[in-house]
């Protein structure tokens, strides 16, 4: 089960910070951690702890730390924070506005707290495939989290749809539990890292369903079928799974952005200078949220705790300093 943040005494409504950091992923941590080495008084707002990593299965890339479990390894992250006194709160940031020098933050439950500089590192969301079935059988077959659901599908037949990293991780997962495992991509070619790749092929538990779409997702009270299409042939058939997998990458929240100013790209995500600096003066923006001619599209836990600190440090300087040219 992905870690769940934990629920201390929330800080007094309307307290001023120096910096309100929102996101709790790798970026909104590591950029909390810098935040209180530096001596800013700061607050992280996010809807769950490890952002992505809460949902990840084994890393195995992120340097000094050797085979360890996402949600292991966001508890890491939490309590090095922790160990500074930054407060965290569970709860979803539904607007912001810049009034003077200062920045409004409200939540979901309509509290408001007040800061210098902000710092967005939502991250993004789970991409849907958008066909029939897909939503009736959520939770009932139909998963986005493997490490969270692989245990539900022991002896069970299983599908993961995506051509990524985390569909390949996915696929290797389910086969400690799944006796077989169907990889369906739309390509015929995976994006994935090579050593993804090589290991998904040479296991015998894995059938790779190419150039394929899934069409629609049916059962009963459960998931039993996907119907899926060869792109080349136009050929519709089924496959008899009892659970599937959807891995078919992210989007940022783009009407968030839109709703406070942010410039972005064609694609919704943030852009950003090689400060974090963003086109609003006392805004910065870290991880996999960002974009921008700086920035390398490249979106691992190491690069997320990178922009974080730099994110911290651009906010730090600020603060202190005065105002930042917005570099791109």
Same mark, same amino acid.
């Given at each position: 089960?992905?870690?769940?943040?934990?629920? +201390?005494?929330?800080?007094?409504?309307? &307290?001023?910070?120096?910096?309100?950091?929102?996101?709790?992923?790798?970026? %909104?941590?590591?950029?909390?951690?810098?935040?209180?080495?530096?001596?800013?008084?700061?607050?992280?707002?996010?809807?769950?702890?490890?952002?992505?990593?809460?949902?990840?299965?084994?890393?195995?890339?992120?340097? %000094?730390?050797?085979?360890?479990?996402?949600?292991?390894?966001?508890?890491?992250?939490?309590?090095?924070?922790?160990?500074?006194?930054?407060?965290?709160?569970?709860?979803?940031?539904?607007?912001?506005?810049?009034?003077?020098?200062?920045?409004?933050?409200?939540?979901?439950?309509?509290?408001?707290?007040?800061?210098?500089?902000?710092?967005?590192?939502?991250?993004?969301? /789970?991409?849907?495939?958008?066909?029939?079935? !897909?939503?009736?059988?959520?939770?009932?077959?139909?998963?986005?989290?493997?490490?969270?659901?692989?245990?539900?599908?022991?002896? &069970?037949?299983?599908?993961?749809?995506?051509?990524?990293?985390?569909?390949?991780?996915?696929?290797?997962?389910?086969?400690?539990?799944?006796?077989?495992?169907?990889?369906?991509?739309?390509?015929?070619?995976?994006?994935?890292?090579?050593?993804?790749?090589?290991?998904?092929?040479?296991?015998?538990?894995?059938?790779?369903?190419?150039?394929?779409?899934?069409?629609?997702?049916?059962?009963? /009270?459960?998931?039993?079928?996907?119907?899926? !299409?060869?792109?080349?042939?136009?050929?519709?058939?089924?496959?008899?799974?009892?659970?599937?997998?959807?891995?078919?990458?992210?989007? +940022?929240?783009? !009407?968030?952005?839109?709703?406070?100013?942010?410039?972005?790209?064609?694609?919704?995500?943030?852009?950003?200078?090689?400060?974090?600096?963003?086109?609003?003066?006392?805004?910065?923006?870290?991880?996999?949220?960002?974009?921008?001619?700086?920035? &390398?599209?490249?979106?691992?836990?190491?690069?997320?705790?990178?922009?974080?600190?730099?994110?911290?440090?651009?906010?730090?300087?600020?603060?202190?300093?005065?105002?930042?040219?917005?570099?791109?």
């Amino acid at each position: 089960m992905p870690f769940r943040l934990s629920m +201390p005494k929330r800080p007094e409504a309307g &307290k001023e910070y120096d910096l309100i950091i929102v996101g709790a992923g790798p970026a %909104g941590l590591s950029a909390g951690l810098y935040a209180a080495r530096l001596g800013l008084r700061s607050l992280i707002v996010g809807e769950e702890i490890g952002g992505a990593l809460a949902d990840a299965g084994e890393v195995d890339d992120y340097l %000094g730390i050797m085979a360890i479990q996402g949600p292991e390894l966001a508890k890491k992250f939490e309590a090095h924070v922790r160990k500074y006194k930054v407060p965290i709160i569970r709860d979803k940031v539904v607007g912001v506005k810049k009034s003077g020098n200062l920045f409004s933050v409200k939540l979901l439950d309509g509290t408001n707290y007040l800061s210098k500089a902000l710092i967005l590192a939502v991250g993004s969301e /789970r991409r849907k495939l958008g066909v029939p079935g !897909e939503k009736e059988f959520s939770g009932k077959g139909v998963s986005y989290c493997a490490p969270c659901d692989a245990p539900l599908f022991k002896g &069970k037949i299983t599908a993961v749809v995506g051509g990524g990293n985390s569909a390949l991780q996915a696929a290797l997962l389910l086969t400690v539990y799944s006796p077989k495992v169907y990889l369906i991509h739309r390509r015929d070619k995976f994006r994935a890292f090579p050593i993804y790749v090589n290991n998904v092929l040479k296991e015998q538990r894995i059938q790779l369903v190419l150039n394929s779409l899934v069409r629609r997702v049916g059962g009963d /009270r459960r998931v039993k079928w996907v119907e899926i !299409e060869d792109r080349l042939s136009g050929e519709v058939r089924k496959l008899e799974v009892e659970g599937i997998v959807i891995e078919i990458g992210s989007k +940022p929240p783009n !009407e968030f952005f839109k709703s406070i100013g942010l410039t972005t790209d064609n694609k919704g995500y943030i852009i950003v200078g090689p400060g974090q600096e963003t086109n609003i003066e006392g805004l910065f923006a870290a991880g996999d949220c960002t974009a921008g001619p700086h920035k &390398k599209k490249f979106d691992q836990v190491v690069t997320a705790v990178a922009e974080g600190a730099v994110a911290a440090l651009s906010a730090y300087e600020y603060i202190t300093l005065g105002a930042i040219e917005v570099n791109y």
